[in-house]
């Protein structure tokens, strides 16, 4: 019995420590826009921005750790990959592999992630809006 509450205990202690470690929730500036068609964009905005772009909404949740340190994670990978908030800076080449990319993902199941869904409804993406995003792909030369 003595062992559990020493487990309990310890188990609180970790939890209220790392809730004293620094996590950045930062929006940084959006530098450029994706140009994509308006029925698009606004399927990546509901579905993809939280995580690959300088717009993430942080919900309160992003605010307790140890789901703030993933969240910052999860954010900060889905940035490097694709961050549709600075497209600016991708060559055309570079645009139409990304958008090639994007489909790829959604084709084959991997986006958006399925432990996001759960908390984000919304980004569960329609046939509709694969098939929007699919067309896209297509008719973006990658």
């Known amino acids: ?7 309990v205990i310890t188990f ?3 939890l209220v420590g790392i809730q004293f470690v620094p996590v950045s929730r930062s929006n940084p500036p959006v530098t ?3 140009d994509a068609p308006k029925e698009v964009l606004a399927v990546l ?3 993809c921005y939280d ?3 300088n717009e993430t909404k942080w919900p309160w949740y992003g605010y307790v750790a140890p789901i703030s340190l993933l969240m910052q994670y999860d954010i900060a990978e889905g940035r490097e990959h694709l ?4 497209w600016d800076k991708l060559s055309p080449t570079k645009r139409a592999k990304k958008i090639g990319e994007v489909w790829d993902e959604v084709g084959d199941g991997e986006m958006p992630l399925w432990y996001y869904l759960p908390t984000h409804p919304e980004a569960k993406l329609s046939d509709a809006d694969k098939n929007l995003l699919k067309t896209w792909s297509q008719n973006s030369g990658s």
């Open 1 to 7: 019995m003595k062992w559990r509450k020493k487990l």
């Open 12 to 14: 609180l202690v970790v």
């Open 32 to 34: 450029g826009e994706v």
């Open 45 to 47: 905005k509901r579905a």
């Open 51 to 53: 995580c690959h772009s």
């Open 83 to 86: 961050n549709f908030s600075q």
